[in-house]
């Protein structure tokens, strides 16, 4: 028997599951799975993350959403891929506004701002169009998702990521819900602060030319796995900016030009 596949009968997509649930669990990084197994592929990557989400569920959490990475074309260019990639969220991960960022579970948080999504209606794939997936929305409101990696460093690969549920960690939306018609999405504009300084800035066309295109794809990726987006769940886009270490004590503000601005702070 061959080293790979001696490797390819010690993994599975329930081990990945279990370490990555461990490692959250209990705050610790670990180096990326693919450097250890470099057979993971993406179909298993994304049933790791179904796994995991079923332990969640067992657990108790109720799912009340679905997040969107890699959605901008400057990330898709970094780590070599040409599409964003889907992840879910749950009820743990909804952090009340106010609260500070949650460090005994987080290893590393970084923040993005986002353009959120709240379902008017169910959306199903295959086949949803950019327009068909905005018709089903009911609000939009901004967004800080405060992402955490198992991974050192945070250095993965495409799959690595989608098995670590996307980097999630804790998200905040923000106090405004605007109806989507009454918004030019493309252009909705959004200031990254930290401490009282901008440190990057971008609109809504970094979010896959329009962020309505990610809730697309979102969709049509799901109907692969048999899963559709549910009224009323929340749909985080994916990050309109790079995403910025969050150190402690430190205030992280993202200022949208119509959806209003989010301040937290970094515990």
């Not at 061959?2 to 009968?9: I, L, M, S």
Request: proline share 5%; net charge negative; with cysteine.
């Amino acid at each position: 028997m061959t080293n790979e596949q001696q490797a390819a009968d010690r993994w599975s997509a329930g081990r990945i599951a279990d370490i990555l649930l461990d490692a959250e669990r209990t705050t610790t990084s670990r180096t990326s799975l693919s450097a250890e197994w470099p057979g993971l592929t993406l179909p298993v990557a994304y049933e790791a993350q179904d796994i995991a989400l079923a332990v969640r569920k067992a657990r108790g959490e109720i799912v009340t959403g679905v997040k969107l990475g890699l959605t901008s074309r400057a990330k898709q260019r970094q780590m070599g891929v040409d599409a964003p990639s889907v992840a879910w969220l749950t009820d743990v991960m909804a952090l009340p506004a106010g609260d500070p960022v949650p460090r005994n579970r987080l290893i590393h948080p970084r923040a993005e701002p986002e353009i959120a999504f709240v379902m008017g209606r169910r959306l199903s794939g295959p086949g949803v169009t950019a327009a068909e997936a905005l018709a089903a929305v009911d609000r939009v409101v901004g967004a800080i998702e405060i992402i955490d990696s198992r991974y050192a460093g945070f250095k993965f690969t495409l799959e690595d990521a989608v098995a670590d549920n996307n980097s999630s960690g804790v998200y905040v939306t923000g106090p405004i819900l605007r109806r989507p018609e009454d918004l030019d999405l493309a252009l909705e504009a959004c200031l990254l602060e930290v401490d009282g300084q901008i440190v990057d800035t971008a609109t809504g066309a970094a979010v896959q030319g329009h962020p309505a295109e990610a809730l697309a794809f979102a969709a049509n990726t799901l109907a692969e796995r048999g899963h559709a987006i549910e009224a009323g769940w929340t749909v985080l886009t994916g990050g309109m900016t790079d995403a910025i270490a969050v150190e402690p004590g430190a205030r992280v503000a993202a200022h949208f030009t119509s959806l209003g601005s989010i301040t937290i702070s970094g515990g």
